[in-house]
């Protein structure tokens, strides 16, 4: 079971920011899915956990495999075509019992092609219109100050005739959002603007080596930088020195061969990736987290600077290949394949070795405060202020480990008739994590079974029944 959407539907379908989580909710069975955190995938396929979505690029790995979602934000310039795999797919696709989203990259042609592109976007103008609880491309809400300008270029074209050619993407986007700082005991109530930005680039080389022989090779590249610049949308405490920047860095290195014979075909891929999800890099750098009180009330706090008061700094390097012969005999065509992933973890998280303090102040104290603004930081504190409490990060430390992921499968596409085909399939799955906590599991065998019943050009009936196995998400290893 599945639908997709071509090059010419993408180029006509109205969607946000180029986003292809956007693109995603044009489909049937795609809804859009909340919770988890604000950065998670918003995509739910038959309303399944989100975090579960396998996404590809050419059939190749684009998850962020520590907790989940995709790793490289494919803009709409970047695909020739998308499809999602919601239920009954072949043995060739696993690693999920959600759905499956595969991505295909465009490839350049004997003609020269290209865009070019700009988008200015001025919430204000328009909110009145949209309404209230707007959110960024990544789950955040926005204020009607929110702006976007979004640029971007691709260009395909020939290096040799009907032998090589090339395709380029690269594609900029800014989103800007203010937010309120207003702490009334210190004297300050103002504006706190802020900055999202992503740069997203994709190239790909083919080249055809015979008519039956091709490779390519692609490279994704993705830095994305969210700003928690303080404040609140509708006013907070938190000082900018306690703000902090939340970066994500992909990369995707690809190289594909095809071979197309009489009787058989073969593919095969080999990919690195890489991925640093640096949670919270402090706008002021490592220090001490302070939160201010009034001596006279500690319900609630004046401000908080100094320090995001944690440490979230992930980093993930992957190697994958994957190979599949295809057999033609007769009415059946079997398909043999394995696909095999190694991705190495590392993990330092915790809290803030540097401490986290709580604070009271006399009402002196604060009105000597009153005058730094902004600006207010740890240095600017009186020595002898009342300690609350403290707490801090007394063992800071790495967690690493390695996840192996190699599935096997076998197929096969029985033409039984005219108008009956039966697809049949096994797949083995086998995880590394598996072994953390006993003995490796290494029976993790998937039958599927499905049907294609045509009986005259109006009507199809189609089914299918299958076992599928996820792998487990890296997250639920190390927070164990």
Same mark, same amino acid.
């Given at each position: 079971i599945?639908?997709?959407?071509?090059?010419?539907?993408?180029?006509?379908?109205p969607?946000?920011a180029?986003?292809?989580e956007?693109?995603?909710?044009?489909?049937?069975? !795609? *809804?859009?899915?909340? /919770?988890f955190?604000?950065? +998670?995938?918003?995509?739910?396929? =038959? $309303?399944?956990?989100?975090?579960? %979505?396998?996404?590809?690029?050419?059939?190749?790995d684009?998850?962020?495999?520590?907790?989940?979602?995709?790793?490289?934000?494919?803009?709409?310039?970047?695909?020739?075509? !998308? *499809?999602?795999?919601? /239920?009954?797919?072949?043995? +060739?696709?696993?690693?999920?019992? =959600? $759905?499956v989203?595969?991505v295909? %990259?465009?490839?350049?042609?004997?003609?020269f092609?290209?865009?070019?592109?700009?988008?200015?976007?001025?919430?204000?103008?328009?909110?009145?219109?949209s309404?209230?609880g707007? *959110?960024?491309?990544? /789950?955040?809400?926005?204020?009607?100050?929110?702006s976007?300008?979004?640029g971007?270029?691709a260009?395909?074209?020939?290096?040799?005739?009907d032998?090589?050619?090339f395709?380029l993407?690269?594609?900029?986007?800014?989103?800007?959002?203010?937010n309120?700082?207003?702490?009334?005991a210190?004297g300050?109530?103002?504006?706190?603007?802020?900055?999202?930005?992503?740069?997203?680039?994709?190239?790909?080389?083919?080249?055809?080596?015979?008519?039956?022989?091709?490779?390519?090779?692609?490279?994704?590249?993705?830095?994305?930088?969210l700003?928690?610049?303080?404040?609140?949308?509708?006013?907070?405490?938190t000082?900018?020195?306690?703000?902090?920047?939340?970066?994500?860095e992909?990369?995707?290195?690809?190289?594909?061969?095809?071979?197309?014979?009489d009787?058989?075909?073969?593919s095969?891929?080999?990919?690195?990736s890489?991925?640093?999800?640096?949670?919270g890099?402090?706008?002021?750098?490592?220090?001490?987290?302070?939160?201010?009180?009034?001596?006279?009330?500690?319900?609630a706090?004046?401000?908080?600077i100094?320090?995001?008061?944690?440490?979230f700094?992930?980093?993930?390097?992957?190697?994958?290949?994957?190979?599949?012969?295809?057999?033609?005999?007769?009415t059946h065509?079997?398909r043999?394949?394995?696909?095999?992933?190694?991705a190495?973890?590392?993990?330092?998280?915790g809290?803030?070795?540097?401490g986290?303090?709580?604070?009271a102040?006399?009402?002196?104290?604060?009105?000597?405060?009153?005058?730094?603004?902004?600006g207010?930081?740890?240095?600017?504190?009186?020595?002898?202020?009342?300690i609350?409490s403290?707490?801090?990060?007394?063992?800071?430390?790495?967690?690493?480990?390695?996840?192996?992921?190699?599935?096997?499968?076998?197929?096969?596409?029985?033409?039984?008739?005219?108008?009956?085909?039966?697809?049949?399939?096994?797949?083995?799955d086998y995880?590394s994590?598996?072994?953390?906590?006993?003995?490796?599991?290494t029976?993790?065998f998937?039958?599927?079974l499905?049907?294609?019943?045509?009986?005259n050009?109006?009507?199809?009936?189609r089914?299918?029944i299958?076992?599928?196995v996820?792998?487990i998400?890296?997250?639920i290893?190390?927070?164990?």
């Amino acid at each position: 079971i599945s639908a997709s959407l071509d090059a010419t539907a993408i180029s006509i379908l109205p969607v946000e920011a180029r986003s292809l989580e956007r693109l995603l909710f044009r489909l049937p069975g !795609v *809804t859009q899915s909340t /919770g988890f955190f604000p950065e +998670a995938p918003s995509v739910a396929i =038959n $309303g399944a956990n989100a975090l579960k %979505t396998s996404y590809l690029v050419d059939g190749l790995d684009n998850n962020e495999n520590f907790l989940g979602g995709h790793r490289f934000p494919v803009p709409v310039g970047a695909i020739q075509d !998308v *499809t999602v795999l919601s /239920g009954s797919y072949s043995a +060739a696709f696993g690693r999920t019992a =959600n $759905g499956v989203v595969n991505v295909t %990259t465009p490839s350049g042609s004997n003609e020269f092609r290209g865009e070019i592109f700009a988008v200015s976007r001025l919430n204000d103008l328009i909110s009145e219109r949209s309404g209230s609880g707007q *959110t960024s491309l990544f /789950g955040a809400p926005v204020s009607e100050s929110f702006s976007r300008n979004q640029g971007g270029i691709a260009l395909s074209g020939p290096i040799l005739k009907d032998r090589s050619f090339f395709f380029l993407n690269a594609e900029f986007i800014q989103d800007k959002t203010d937010n309120i700082l207003r702490a009334p005991a210190l004297g300050v109530d103002t504006v706190l603007p802020g900055t999202n930005e992503q740069t997203l680039i994709t190239a790909r080389l083919d080249h055809y080596w015979t008519d039956r022989f091709n490779s390519a090779v692609r490279i994704n590249y993705g830095n994305v930088e969210l700003g928690r610049q303080g404040g609140g949308l509708a006013g907070g405490v938190t000082f900018p020195s306690a703000g902090s920047v939340q970066n994500r860095e992909s990369l995707n290195l690809a190289a594909t061969a095809k071979y197309r014979g009489d009787t058989f075909d073969y593919s095969g891929a080999l990919q690195y990736s890489s991925f640093r999800w640096d949670y919270g890099q402090p706008l002021g750098g490592d220090g001490p987290q302070v939160t201010l009180y009034a001596s006279g009330n500690l319900s609630a706090p004046i401000a908080v600077i100094g320090h995001p008061g944690y440490v979230f700094d992930s980093r993930e390097k992957t190697w994958q290949t994957q190979h599949a012969v295809t057999f033609e005999r007769g009415t059946h065509r079997l398909r043999v394949g394995l696909d095999y992933l190694r991705a190495n973890f590392e993990l330092f998280g915790g809290g803030n070795p540097n401490g986290n303090f709580s604070v009271a102040l006399t009402q002196a104290q604060i009105s000597a405060l009153a005058g730094r603004g902004t600006g207010l930081s740890v240095t600017d504190l009186p020595a002898n202020l009342q300690i609350l409490s403290a707490s801090f990060e007394t063992q800071p430390s790495s967690f690493g480990k390695k996840q192996e992921l190699t599935n096997l499968y076998v197929e096969d596409q029985w033409q039984v008739t005219d108008d009956l085909s039966l697809t049949l399939g096994l797949r083995l799955d086998y995880d590394s994590m598996t072994s953390v906590v006993g003995d490796c599991d290494t029976d993790n065998f998937s039958p599927r079974l499905s049907f294609n019943y045509t009986p005259n050009e109006t009507l199809a009936i189609r089914g299918g029944i299958g076992i599928f196995v996820e792998k487990i998400p890296y997250a639920i290893i190390s927070d164990a």
